[in-house]
């Protein structure tokens, strides 16, 4: 199995990623000395300290890091799974988010870096004014920052046992998971936001090398002088009785890519609204660069790197899935024996690493994030304004171990990664256009944004409930637009029929968080960067089958 230079590889990882870690925390300190004499409270500014890192990213570095903060454990083994189950029309479940994500980096990204938050919380009291301003920050913290955090973390972890349920079958799937809580929360309390960003990168570039070391050692294994790889996925998938051209469709024209024509077009019209203006990890990054040019290109570059030069590697993995093992029920779980069976020593602990590297990304991020909404937005909003430096450090590394803790009892619990995401899916779909449209219609109130979030939990639930207890039976695309509609006549009607903010108040929020360029200049831009993620992601598949073939 693992050979002595696959461990040293292992070793190597893990001293890089603490050394970062404790390298940033001595900047950190510096950084908050030398900002002592500002007027604000100490607590307030080691908090922007440990969450937004000074506010000095540049745009790769932000742009990166959220590109690796996306890039899990459980990505890859996600996508090769509903691949080889599926085909690869299967990914516009994802792939419609591409959208968002141009939205975002035209429309939001500067916007977010104007406003100063630290995190898309504290934004709700600067657009509404009044006590229940604060009512629905404390809400959204508690809400995105612990529940919707807590399962987002729970499937990566999940993703891990998975993986080591192939690289290891004689460990106990408990004592995975007791080790990936510890090791991440140890590392992030440590380190910080910079140690977030800066190992990023490195766990990137790492993440890529292995997805590109597993599908060239896939592809050799399979191919011969007689027959190439396309060639014998399709006598595999015949073999099976699946109609194999439909795998290799980049658009879903028949039912067995799991998307109907019709939940394809509720993907591209509701299915991305959720990311519209970006998400919380993708604000703590915005809000954390040096300038709003540096978020403009940082989302950019985020758009084309998540969307279009991640994926294909796995693809081409999910579809070596389907001859290397044909009857395996689990699809998700033959990434992880892939691994175990083709790789060489050496390129197995580069691989092994990538796919720690890519679950500290997300749980580093997701903890250090998580944390920042229950210091910024209860500790020192309500319960303890006047918050000490050493205060905040205890309180951040508490909220650290005590999310990834919860997180991992919780992915226990989850079965299937695959479940999980259509449930985000059907929450993105009523909570994106309200938190969109807050940005430009004075009429939205602090009540319309509060009823679009109530009403949207109340459907999710009671449809989870219902087709639990098989009362009623929706599919994927029915649920996702039920909540959307139900969400959107919410806060529109309440909208309509309950006062908007003042003028005065509206002013001062589009001053602090204007952006300069005309509207038709921003329509242009959107078109156009929608035109190039699309066009990147099939001209980068089209040449990746034709080379296969």
């Given amino acids: 199995m693992f050979s002595t230079i696959d461990i040293v590889i292992f070793i190597t990882y893990a001293l890089v990623a603490f050394g970062l870690a404790f390298w940033s925390r001595r900047q950190s300190n510096e950084s908050h000395e030398n900002s002592s004499t500002t007027q604000e409270s100490e607590g307030v500014v080691q908090t922007r300290e440990l969450f937004l890192g000074g506010r000095n990213l540049g745009w790769f570095a932000a742009g990166t890091s959220m590109v690796a903060t996306t890039f899990a454990a459980d990505t890859p083994i996600w996508v090769a799974g509903v691949v080889a189950a599926k085909g690869i029309a299967a990914n516009w479940v994802w792939w419609n988010v591409a959208i968002a994500h141009v939205i975002a980096a035209v429309w939001f ?12 919380a504290e934004l709700t009291e600067l657009r509404y004014s009044g006590p229940w301003a604060l009512r629905l920050r404390v ?16 499937w990566v972890i999940k993703a891990m046992v998975k993986i080591s349920e192939g690289l290891f079958p004689s460990i106990n799937s408990l004592g995975v998971v007791t080790l990936c809580v510890l090791f991440s929360a140890t590392y992030t309390s440590v380190g910080g936001f910079r140690s977030v960003v800066r190992t990023d990168g490195i766990q990137f570039a790492l993440g890529m090398s292995g997805s590109l070391a597993l599908a060239f050692f896939c592809v050799r294994h399979l191919s011969t002088t007689e027959q190439s790889f396309l060639i014998k996925v399709e006598s595999a998938l015949r073999e099976s009785g699946h109609p194999s051209e439909l795998w290799f469709e980049f658009f879903p024209t028949h039912e067995q890519s799991g998307l109907t024509w019709i939940y394809f077009c509720v993907l591209m019209s509701v299915g991305w609204w959720r990311y519209a203006e970006g998400n919380g990890y993708m604000v703590q990054r915005l809000s954390a660069c040096r300038s709003p040019e540096d978020a403009d290109k940082a989302s950019l570059w985020f758009a084309i790197a998540h969307n279009a030069l991640r994926p294909w590697p796995w693809i081409v993995v999910g579809l070596g899935l389907i001859v290397l093992y044909p009857n395996l029920e689990d699809k998700e779980l033959g990434y992880s024996l892939a691994m175990a069976e083709l790789l060489p020593a050496g390129w197995l602990g580069v691989a092994s690493v990538s796919l720690v590297a890519a679950f500290m990304s997300t749980m580093d991020t997701h903890t ?4 920042s909404y229950l210091i910024n937005d209860i500790v020192l909003r309500v319960l303890k304004p006047d918050a000490s430096n050493r205060q905040i450090k205890f309180l951040s590394r508490v909220f ?3 999310l990834a803790t919860g997180a991992g009892l919780a992915s226990t619990q989850i079965d299937s990664i695959a479940e999980v995401w259509k449930i985000f899916l059907a929450i993105g779909a009523g909570l994106g256009s309200v938190s969109a449209i807050r940005w430009f219609w004075r009429r939205v109130n602090v009540f319309a944004e509060l009823g679009a979030m109530v009403v949207t939990l109340v459907l ?11 009362i009623v039976k929706f599919e994927a695309w029915q649920t ?26 509206w002013e001062r929020f589009q001053q602090r968080t204007r952006d300069e360029r005309t509207i038709s200049t921003r329509f242009a831009k959107t078109l156009f960067g929608i035109i190039v993620v699309y066009v990147s ?8 089958l034709k080379l296969l073939s």
Avoid: C
Wanted: glycine residues 8%.
């Fill in 109 to 120: 990204s500067r916007r977010w870096q104007r406003s100063g938050v630290v995190t898309d």
């Fill in 139 to 154: 809400f959204k913290a508690l809400f995105f920052g612990v529940i919707l955090n807590v399962m987002t973390m729970a």
């Fill in 368 to 371: 250090n994030w998580g944390a």
């Fill in 400 to 402: 650290i171990f005590a």
């Fill in 460 to 470: 999710t639930l009671a449809l989870q409930i219902l087709q639990g207890y098989a």
């Fill in 480 to 505: 996702m637009l039920l909540i959307a509609l139900g969400s959107l006549v919410t806060w529109v009607s309440l909208s309509l029929t309950l006062p908007g903010e003042s003028e005065e108040h």
């Fill in 537 to 544: 992601i099939f001209a980068i598949g089209s040449l990746t």
